[in-house]
């Protein structure tokens, strides 16, 4: 994995172009700590910067930027190209003067073309091609949009980078806040694609190729793969075998898709969480090894926060050479200072803590790990999935006004309340049948059951502020989530709608975004089998009877994985890496968390509602609610704000306005 950047300037400043490139460059060495190089055109005012981690080829025959043997290609590349071994016998070539794949997409470009030589790629990746004969230069992200790149304008020059923290290098960088941008982030916890943080940047969407005619032009983007498309057409070609046809084609290209990407002259291993998908990933991997594969797990002490012990079980049926951290509040507590610099815009999914430790623990051992991401957006196994079925179904059975009737006398009870009436029913309540805060999850409920459309559930299920409007000032929240909705509404059920969305949304701007963020601050090459495309196109083909069933979700990759493991190792409720973000807010974070939403700093750059958060807070520290989603989300876009220098200097600012 590596770290790309550059620019194509359409005018000569007065700063040294070669000295903006290192300096770029420079910001990604934890992307890549094993070389770096630059590449200028002084004609022309394009500039590439890279920094490579060694996986293929460790030889200074994978350095880039790199040219093709003709000399009209110039590439600095990010990523894996798994099939490179493939291609490269179909090119027919006789010598080359390395074996990394970046040698082979070059060639493969200059034989077919770029969009040709695209389609046969499998793998992820986000590059910068140079075409000196035409004098255009592309920007390519894979189709899942594994890998990141941004793009945009400063100070009228054309600019990129794999993270943000090398745009801002560029001289006369002025970061204004994007309102609208922000809004959408306070809904998702994220800022999604196309959309950046700052004003005049924006993320290329995967399955997205960029072309650029002159440093003056407007680009333009081409969508080279669509994640719509592949279910379309699966959904019009339905998969019309039996079960055990399913369960095998399905473990014959998931065999396929591990054992690609386990090449590498690196050492390699894998995280385990004790799931379905990163046991199957590791069951996979450990049939196609000679030797124990390196498996990696981190567990909480809190109750309700750990999986290590399943991951343990998982690793001793299969033989692996198991490494187990057992994480304190302190350890996940230390890594929130580190969260701005890290993700470069606000970004507020907690599990990014834990995924973190697991990444700097594997480092110690290996250069790559494997991860089991995707299967729940391919295979149906998010709880809202389930959720939002049973009950859109309950309020379509019921009086027209009896769900909205429910949930106003719901929320003329305080949570708690509530809390208190379940507390003097504890003792002839059930063990299995007590819940923690039950007048928060009965407060969610109502407003899950005062949706008037199963999209409404979705929505809300996956918001974290329902109206951002009301935290953002002067902000206007693009309809990003709900036209993704929309547009996957065609699909035959509501599972597979959400699905898509989920695959859409979810999976780039959150989860893959986490894992690349955490993975790469310690130089950890973080590589998704679940998410090769031919894997996920064949996942469209079947209908959603092999993905739910019975209520329960992932039902064919359950039965691949019982092949290989006793379904009683992984038969459990989806746990995930979580941590107790509540308790702690109330408990070891509770100063840092004042002193970043207390009216002072809360309305010191004018962008959001004082008030409204205030409010928050106070409910939370009184423990009258639980309303830790609603302020991390907040907590961290204060910490990004007031640690990240927004123009481009090299101290970070106390105070300053919104743009600088």
Known sequence: MCGIAGFWQAKRGGENPLEILQ????????????????????????????????????????????????????????????????????????????????????????????????????????????????????????????????????????????????????????????????????????????????????????????????????????????????????????????????????????????????????????????????????????????????????????????????????????????????????????????????????????????????????????TVSLSGDGGDELFGGYNRYIFTRRLWNAIRRSPKFGPRTMARMIRSISPGRVDRVFQMLRSVTPKSARLPAPGDKLHKLANFASAEAWSEIYLRAVSYWDDPSEIVVNSSEPATMRDSITQASWLPNLEESMMLTDLQNYLPDDILTKVDRASMAVSLEARVPLLDHRLVEFAWTLPLRFKIRQGTGKWILRQVLNKYVPAKLVARPKMGFSVPIDSWLRGPLRDWAESLLSADRLGQHGLLNVDAIRVKWQEHLSGARNRQDLLWVVLVFQDWYFQTDHCGKRSAPVERSPGC
Not at 81 to 106: C, K, M, P, Q
Not at 204 to 221: D, V
Not at 294 to 315: L, P
Not at 328 to 349: H, N, R
Request: overall charge negative.
């Open 23 to 366: 300096r770029m460059g420079a910001t990604l060495a934890h992307r890549g700590p094993d070389d770096s190089g630059t590449y200028h055109d002084p004609k022309k005012g394009i500039g590439l910067a890279f920094r490579r981690l060694s996986v293929v080829d460790l030889s200074p025959c994978g350095n880039q930027p790199m040219a093709s043997v003709s000399g009209r290609y110039v590439i600095i590349f990010n990523g894996e190209v798994y099939n490179f071994d493939d291609i490269r016998a179909e090119l027919g070539i006789s010598h080359w003067r390395g074996h990394s794949d970046t040698e082979v997409i070059l060639e493969a470009m200059e034989r077919w073309g770029l969009d040709a030589a695209l389609q046969r790629f499998v793998g992820m990746f986000a590059f910068a091609l140079w075409d000196r004969q035409d004098a255009t230069l592309h920007l390519v992200r894979d189709r899942l949009g594994i890998k990141p790149l941004y793009y945009g304008r400063v100070n009228g020059d054309f600019v990129f980078a794999s993270e943000l923290k090398a745009i801002r290098q560029y001289p006369e960088f002025s970061g204004e806040i994007s309102r609208d941008a922000l809004s959408l982030y306070m809904r998702l916890a994220c800022v999604p694609s196309h959309f950046c943080i700052y004003k005049h940047l924006h993320k290329l969407p995967p399955g997205h190729r960029l072309s650029l005619s002159s440093a003056a032009a407007a680009p333009e983007l081409h969508q080279y793969w669509s994640a719509s498309e592949a279910a379309r057409t699966g959904a019009q070609t339905p998969f019309a075998g039996s079960d055990a046809e399913a369960i095998e084609q399905l473990e014959e290209k998931l065999l396929v898709a591990v054992r690609l990407r386990m090449i590498a002259d690196v050492p390699l291993g894998a995280f385990l969480s004790g799931g379905v998908d990163s046991s199957l990933v590791v069951a996979l991997m450990q049939s196609h090894s000679g030797r124990p594969v390196k498996t990696f797990t981190i567990g909480f002490q809190e109750d309700g926060y750990n999986e290590a012990a399943h991951a343990r079980q998982v690793a001793a049926h299969l033989g692996t050479e198991h490494t187990e951290i057992y994480g304190t509040s302190k350890d996940a507590l230390d890594v929130v200072p580190l969260l701005p610099a890290m993700y470069d815009e606000p970004f507020a999914d907690s599990s990014q803590l834990p995924t973190y430790i697991l990444s700097k623990m594997a480092r110690d051992k290996v």
